[in-house]
């Protein structure tokens, strides 16, 4: 028989303990502790001889390059993983429920399936549900297998006997394996499984998909547990009253991190945006106070977005300060800088700050478009709507330079802008300025002199 072991963990981060807590004392999240059992014998996966073998090798007999990737046929996919699929690999694909992720990796699938066979597996909806879905997407192809299935052991013997090209998970949540006797969804039957999964990846040489549900109760185990585990996590989001989707690689060992991928969530699926830029200065209010385009660079990608704000006064007592989109801290320190440097007076005042498009960024090179908006917006004078920043600022009011001002510059000039207001560091520096008018300032007095005339 073997030994049945009690602990509690929590669902949340991971934490484990002997004994049940209100509280976690690792991730302070409350009523996160649930018990979980699990068997002391070690779990094995069978896998065949072939794939067992694993030798040790010198550095130098490795061919380099070795990682072979595989085009999804969704371009803006492709970017997020650092150029496809690469062989292998484990892929997290995370987010809120009904964001798109199992409409993305469908069409994903449908993609890779111009290779081979490829296996969709599907805890949560049936064969019939998911024929529906790849009927509005206008998928067909006789090489996508579907799956209904919840068990590792059968899913992993099917995988075994197909060998396809890839495999999509869909989601981890709904997976489990016998060697634990915890509730599927729990902490340990989500890292048990993905840890096999990555296991058979690796020595079968098929990249899988997993699908994983972020819940802020931490009902269920959230894919934070999984980040460790897998080769590249990214997260899918975007605002339910908006149509588009961002999707952001938060950890890759085959690319860059902060890639971003742009999408249009239509009847027919996610369409891809190849010029986000156009899309999200759509709707932009010309000659109105309290706007300013930033050129902001995500990842390799330069992308104009537009940052309101709004200026009040304050009705009681204390003022209030919001933001979406840009760092909180950030902006109350930009305030304090506005204050002291510039003279304007934001003491008694309530300044929210907007990006357009549940876009977030966190570069500093967007620090010139919150200075401008807010002042903007309290001298209720418009900025030029031809006119474009970019620029960190510092606590003594001085302008730094940014990295990759020409990709920004380039980018402005392709939409139609014709002045862009910038660092003097960068000014000074760059070798053509596209047809634009190059203004560089070198502290936010000049700044706001120029963008405010
Ligand atoms: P889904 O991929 O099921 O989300 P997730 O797997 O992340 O939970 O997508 C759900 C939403 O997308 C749903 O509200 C319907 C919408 N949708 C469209 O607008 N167009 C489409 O073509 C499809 C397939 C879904
Ligand atoms: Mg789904």
Not at 86 to 95: A, I, K, N, P
Not at 263 to 281: A, H, K, T, Y
Not at 372 to 391: E, Y
Request: net charge neutral; hydrophobic share 40%; charged share 25%.
């Amino acid at each position: 028989m073997p030994k049945v072991k009690t602990f509690y963990q929590c669902q949340s981060c991971g934490y484990t303990s002997p004994k049940w807590l209100g509280k976690c004392p690792d991730c302070g999240e409350w009523n996160t502790l649930v018990e979980e059992r699990k068997e002391t014998v070690p779990s094995r996966l069978s896998l065949p001889a072939q794939f067992r073998k694993s030798e040790p090798q010198l550095l130098s007999s490795i061919k380099a390059g070795y990682e072979q990737r595989t085009s999804t046929g969704i371009r803006e996919l492709d970017r997020v993983l650092g150029g496809g699929v690469v062989t292998g690999s484990v892929v997290l694909v995370g987010g809120d429920p009904g964001i798109g992720k199992s409409t993305m990796l469908l069409q994903a699938i449908a993609g890779l399936s111009k290779y081979g066979q490829v296996l969709y597996v599907s805890g949560e909806e049936s064969p019939e549900q998911i024929k529906i879905r790849a009927e509005r997407l206008s998928i067909i192809s006789d090489d996508i297998i579907l799956f209904s299935e919840t068990s590792l052991r059968s899913i992993l013997d099917t995988a075994l006997k197909l060998m396809p090209k890839a495999i999509v998970i869909d989601s981890i949540q709904t997976v489990y394996t016998e060697d634990i006797l915890s509730a599927p969804g729990s902490v340990s039957q989500v890292r048990e499984c993905a840890a096999k999964l990555m296991l058979f990846a690796k020595k079968s040489d098929i990249p899988i998909f997993l699908v994983g549900h972020v819940t802020k109760e931490g009902a269920i185990a959230g894919p934070r547990v999984l980040e460790h585990i897998v080769d590249t996590v990214l997260y899918f989001e975007g605002d339910r009253g908006h149509s588009y989707r961002i999707l952001r690689t938060v950890k890759n060992r085959f690319g860059s991190t902060n890639e971003i991928g742009v999408f249009e969530m239509s009847d027919s699926g996610l369409r891809e945006i190849e010029n986000p830029s156009e899309l999200f200065l759509l709707e932009r209010p010309l000659n109105v106070s309290g706007s300013t385009v930033v050129a902001a660079l995500e990842g390799t990608r330069p992308l104009m977005v537009e940052i309101q704000s709004l200026v009040s006064q304050t009705n009681f007592g204390m003022p209030r300060r919001t933001t979406i989109g840009v760092d909180f801290n950030r902006v109350n320190l930009l305030v304090a800088v506005l204050e002291k440097r510039a003279g304007l007076h934001l003491g008694g005042m309530d300044v929210f700050v907007n990006v357009v498009g549940g876009l977030r960024i966190i570069e500093p090179a967007v620090d010139l478009g919150i200075i401008s908006t807010i002042a903007s917006s309290l001298r209720d004078i418009p900025i030029d709507p031809k006119a474009f920043v970019f620029g960190e600022v510092g606590l003594s009011g001085e302008i730094r330079a940014i990295a990759q001002a020409e990709i920004r510059i380039k980018e402005a000039s392709k939409i139609g802008f014709k002045r862009a207001v910038m660092p003097l560091g960068n000014a000074d520096k760059i070798n053509s300025s596209f047809g634009l008018e190059i203004v560089g300032v070198k502290d936010i007095e000049s700044a706001l002199e120029a963008v405010l005339s």
